[in-house]
C-alpha cells in the first residue's frame, strides 16, 4: 500500500530544517531532506528545489553555518550545523507553531 504524499505546509521547512539538524548533528543537505521525508512516515516529499533555497535563506540569516565535508559515499559535500543564533530561533519557530496550531484548533472545536 503506498502512502499519499504531500508537500510541507507553508512557513513551517525552517522549523523542519532547524529541528532536524539540532537532533542530528551536522548533516549534508540530501540527508537533512531524507531525514525530514522519514520522520513524517514518508508522507512529505522534498525535493532539492525546496531544501536547498531553504538552507542557502538559514545560512544567510546566520542560524545554521557550512563547512566541506565527505559524504557516505565519498563526495564533497556542503556539511550544515545549526549555530546558537539557530537554536533560539528553533525556539522561536516552535512557539509560533504551536500559537498557530492553538489558533486552528480553537476554531476546529467551535460549535
Known sequence: ??????????????????RTLAVMGPLHGYAVARRIEQVSGDTLQL???????ALIRL???GWIQTEWGI???????????????????????VANWEKATSLVARFLEES
Open 1 to 18: 500500500m503506498s502512502k499519499q504524499q504531500s508537500e510541507v505546509p507553508y512557513g513551517t521547512l525552517d522549523l523542519l530544517v532547524l
Open 47 to 53: 525535493s532539492q528545489g525546496s531544501v536547498h533555497p
Open 59 to 61: 545560512e544567510q540569516e
Open 71 to 93: 559524504s557516505e559515499t565519498n563526495r564533497k559535500v556542503k556539511v550544515y550545523s545549526i549555530t546558537k543564533a539557530g537554536r533560539k530561533q528553533l525556539l522561536v519557530e
